[in-house]
């Protein structure tokens, strides 16, 4: 009988410890740094520091396309040639834009962790995701 009490209580424990394991939290952040070969094709979207939503596509090693539009849709700027600059080892990421416009020279820097990218601009530093 305690051969059979004790079976029982193994039995319990572990079931216990593997419910207990099971009740881990999914939400938790991805924090590793993405390959360059893997944003190749990717899109980024979030809203930035003045409520402008911003949509960053990755078109290949160097260039990206930068949309930025109004809540309604307005379309605020919309930049074809960005190039891009992106450490593997750090998850650094720098967009400069290369127009002739008044966002000549301009340049956004952040870090890409997971499917978080976050940017800081002169205005404000926000995240964009995947």
């Known amino acids: ?30 924090t590793t740094i993405p390959t360059a070969i ?16 911003v949509k ?14 109004y809540p309604n849709s307005t379309k605020v700027y919309n930049q074809q040639e960005c190039t891009y600059t992106y ?13 002739s416009s008044e966002y000549k020279d301009y340049e956004m820097m952040g870090y890409i962790k997971g499917n978080a990218l976050t940017v800081s601009d002169k205005y404000s530093t926000y995240t964009l995701r995947r």
Do not use: Q
């Open 1 to 30: 009988m305690k051969t059979l009490r004790y079976i029982g209580a193994t039995l319990l424990a572990i079931i216990l410890c593997v419910s207990i394991a099971a009740c881990s939290s999914d939400d938790e952040e991805d």
């Open 38 to 53: 893997s944003l190749v094709g990717t899109d980024w979207k979030g809203v930035n520091g003045g409520n402008c939503n």
């Open 56 to 69: 960053v596509h990755i078109g290949n090693s160097t260039t990206c396309m930068i949309t930025v539009y």
């Open 87 to 99: 450490d593997e080892k750090t998850g650094r990421f720098t967009v400069k834009y290369s127009d």
